[in-house]
């Protein structure tokens, strides 16, 4: 990595150690008394100033919008330095919207919504999940009509996150009688619009929120059409890849944080008179991480040069969400293992870790539709 950008990895890196590792006790308070981990509005603030203050804002973003521009390469490591946090935070604006808007938007929708949210002065959330489809979805039923001057939305979203406090929601809806992935546009929902409405607050794992929303004559105007008629699950993909890489990374930062805690635990721990280090079986669980973790870097870095490149990364970042997740929940587990009954206490942020990367494997697309992604890529190849 270029001096430069290296700078930059040991930038975020001390902007973890130093802004978002001391919030970790606080988060770790919500999550005993089973609230929400957001960050409080007191809590975001300074930490939002600070980022301005560093030149850590738009990083994925051009130039003409603020941003830095920087190459895949760097950003995954960046990403790997917040993965070795629990407390819930991103570098604004968060990537896979900004990729959506970028690949979509039109001068107006550009001015409108993409500037603002590359600012930091407006947030997104993108509902594609439904009760029937989430996995699949193509197989999606929400509709959307065309009617005089704009189109009317009719259906209902599950599992959203962030929608109650986003100022719009790209929402993806069928249009005509298209079957599987025809036919299937992305529309800019505004808070506030009559007809869109949250239904219910879901807590998941890891103090996470997801809502439920359902669409009722929900009327957008032609203008809020995001890209082109029938053509919203391309760049919905695009924007699954930016988040999908993003999980690997912070997969990364996890399992360094945990293999971290592991070894200083098991050179200072003395059972039956020997260190846990000269144990076989720690030292294997040791060995397993660095080598899982060394692989993982590189299949970050091989996605990452190919994205600079502008090859299509789909497969790659399939296999990269499988490999990341299942690494770290074995090596999180592994680390609560060797740390005994402090390792499952809700004392230490191990168990958090646990359940943000057993959350990972079902969000972005579960393991197994990446697996069966990843086999069809190979079989297609096959002679
Ligand atoms: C914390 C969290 C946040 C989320 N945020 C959002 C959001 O902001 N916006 C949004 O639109 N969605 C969001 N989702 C939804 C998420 O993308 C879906 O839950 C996910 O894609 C899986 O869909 P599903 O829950 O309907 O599971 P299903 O598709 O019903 O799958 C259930 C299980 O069946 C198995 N399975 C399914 N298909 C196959 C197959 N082909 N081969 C083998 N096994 C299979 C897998 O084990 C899978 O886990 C979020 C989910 C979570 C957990």
Redesign the pocket.
């Known amino acids: 990595m270029a001096e430069e950008f290296r700078m930059i990895q040991d930038l975020v890196a001390k902007f973890v150690d130093n802004e978002l590792m001391p919030l970790e006790p606080a988060v770790l308070a919500r999550e005993i008394k089973g609230e929400k981990l957001a960050l409080t509005k007191e809590e975001e603030g300074p930490l939002l100033r600070k980022c301005k203050e560093l030149g850590l804002w738009g990083l994925d973003a051009p130039p003409e919008l603020g941003g830095m521009n920087l190459p895949a390469t760097v950003w995954m490591a960046i990403n790997e330095e917040l993965g070795r946090t629990v407390t819930p935070f991103v570098f604004p604006p968060d990537s896979p919207n900004l990729h959506m808007l970028l690949a979509t938007v039109d001068d107006n929708q550009r001015r409108k919504y993409l500037e603002p949210y590359a600012r930091g002065d407006a947030t997104g ?5 439904e009760p029937g ?4 979805p193509a197989g999606m039923t929400t509709r959307a009509e065309k009617d005089d001057g704009g189109w009317v939305i009719n259906g209902r ?1 599950i ?5 109650a406090a986003a100022d719009f929601t790209i929402v993806m809806a069928r249009i005509g009688s298209g079957k599987r992935h025809e036919g299937i546009t992305a529309f800019i929902v505004e808070k506030g619009t009559p007809g869109f409405e949250i239904v219910r607050e879901i807590p ?1 794992l890891a103090g ?1 929120r ?1 809502y439920e929303v359902v669409f009722e004559n929900c009327r957008v105007p032609e203008a809020q059409l995001l890209g082109r008629v029938g053509a919203g699950f391309a760049p919905m993909q695009l924007r699954l890849v930016v988040r999908r890489l993003q999980i690997g990374a912070w997969c990364l930062g996890m399992s360094r944080r945990a293999l971290d805690m592991m070894c200083s635990h098991a050179k200072l721990r003395v059972t039956f008179g020997v260190p846990l280090a000269d144990r076989q079986a720690i030292q294997w669980w040791i060995a397993d991480a660095a080598t899982k973790m060394h692989a993982c870097r590189l299949m970050l870095l091989d996605a990452a040069t190919k994205q600079e490149q502008k090859q299509d990364v789909r497969t790659e970042a399939s296999m990269i969400k499988v490999y990341a997740t299942e690494m770290a929940t074995e090596i999180i587990d592994h680390a609560m293992q060797t740390l005994g009954a402090m390792g499952v206490t809700k004392e230490l942020p191990l168990h958090l870790m646990a359940q943000k990367v057993r ?1 990972m494997r ?8 990446h697996r ?1 992604v990843i086999a069809r890529s190979v079989l297609k190849g096959a002679r």
Not at 362 to 369: A, F, K, L, Q, R
């Open positions: 959330a993108i509902a594609i999940s489809a989430g996995g699949d979203k599992w959203i996150s962030r929608v998941m996470h997801t959350v079902v969000y972005e697309g579960p393991t197994e539709i069966m």
